[in-house]
């Protein structure tokens, strides 16, 4: 995915559209991700016992991750992303590649 865990993103289409906020839970295998304060849904729940009462709760549901575009951390702007490989050494001096995201408005590194 584009996008994950910690991001802060914008929505850009669906009932939130233009809200903004930080993904709390990503699933990459459903390409979902759940955005704090991002398709809350109002839910009526009985009360069972004393301790966990009656009422209506307020519950995040995962949103697709197509529906958002990374906000970049550097220029503030809702951005693509280009993936890039870097070449780093891991512990034992062997180089690595590795994948990190480039903002396309920016050109800064993301990871
Ligand atoms: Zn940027």
Redesign the pocket.
Known sequence: MHVKTKDTVIVISGKDKGKKGKISASFPKLNRVMVEGVNVVTKHQKARNAMTPGGIIHKEMPIDASNVMLV??????A?RVAHKVDKTQNDSGKSVRTMVRV??????E?D
């Open positions: 970049c951390p550097k220029c503030g702007k951005t903002c396309k408005k920016c050109g800064a993301i």
